[in-house]
């Protein structure tokens, strides 16, 4: 059996030949040992080791889905998207994850702040970007959109003073 400090020394060796490429480190994944007189030996090849990669990559995805509990989305809506679905809340909480390579909840069960404020952030920034979106497909401009903005402001000011005028006048 390999001891600990050959495994680290093998571990430490690959390592730093490979420059910690993960298809470097996964080819130099062997060892080679002498127990009791025998030579033995073990080696992953890169196609094992990508395999066995993609399956805990799987594990670590569904683990992850099961910290989405009722609780967590109910915490997420009330404090930072207000108004969102279960679907919407899992979707932007699985963005996160893939983004920070991983979700750690506070042992509370709840978000940690900063990840609960780029959540927030997030879901600005897309409405901001939509907002783009339908002002360059309706080719108005910023320019253009304050302009009509202040006609709109104008018209609904005249409109809520007639409207008091023929409230007060029925009266």
Known sequence: MLGPDRARETTTTAMD?????ARKIADQLAFR???????IGCRMASVGARQAAAELLQLVNVAQQAMWTP???ADVRERYLPGA???EIIERLTRLAERDSGLELRTSGR?????GQALTAAAHREKVERVAVALSNARVSITDLESVVGDLRTIHA???TT????VDGAG
């Open 17 to 21: 030949d490979a420059g910690f490429s």
């Open 33 to 39: 040992d002498v127990v009791d007189g025998e030579t």
């Open 71 to 73: 609780e967590l989305l």
């Open 85 to 87: 679905t279960d679907a």
């Open 111 to 115: 978000l940690f702040p900063q990840d």
């Open 158 to 160: 005249a409109t809520g």
């Open 163 to 166: 409207r008091e005028a023929r």
